[in-house]
């Protein structure tokens, strides 16, 4: 089993820069890949970011491309979005995802493991 615990979010203007983290429990997870996804308000869950456990490849959802940057420290077993230029369209609760599995880091089906949750909300 994994505990994922996220932290950063917060209130910011448009515009505006947040840094969110995301600590694994299990030693494990720095042999994984790792994703960030959000689910604003009537919206289904969608994928933001993801990366591979050496870091070496990385996803990005159109809608946040040149905007946000995904990173990990697996020393620390921690994964951080760093979200810079935020919209309004932004503001969604963000969770950290990972599995204990190898497959396409896009591959939305493949994470099993979950976050509780941040709330980023971003005011116009």
């Known amino acids: 089993q994994v505990q994922l615990v996220e932290s950063g979010g917060g209130l910011v203007q448009a515009g505006g820069s947040l840094r969110l983290s995301c600590a694994a429990s299990?030693?494990?997870?720095?042999?994984?890949?790792m994703a960030w996804f959000r689910q604003a308000p009537e919206k289904e869950r969608e994928l933001v970011t993801a990366i591979s456990w050496s870091g070496g490849s990385t996803y990005y959802a159109d809608s946040v491309k040149g905007r946000f940057t995904i990173s990990r420290d697996n020393a620390k077993n921690t994964v951080y979005l760093q979200m810079n230029s935020l919209k309004p369209e932004d503001t969604a609760v963000y969770y950290c995802?990972?599995?204990?599995?190898?497959?396409?880091?896009?591959?939305?089906?493949?994470?099993?493991?979950w976050g509780q949750g941040t709330q980023v909300t971003v005011s116009s």
């Open positions: 995802a990972t599995r204990l599995r190898y497959d396409s880091i896009s591959n939305i089906d493949s994470y099993d493991y």
């Open positions: 299990a030693r494990t997870s720095s042999s994984y890949a």
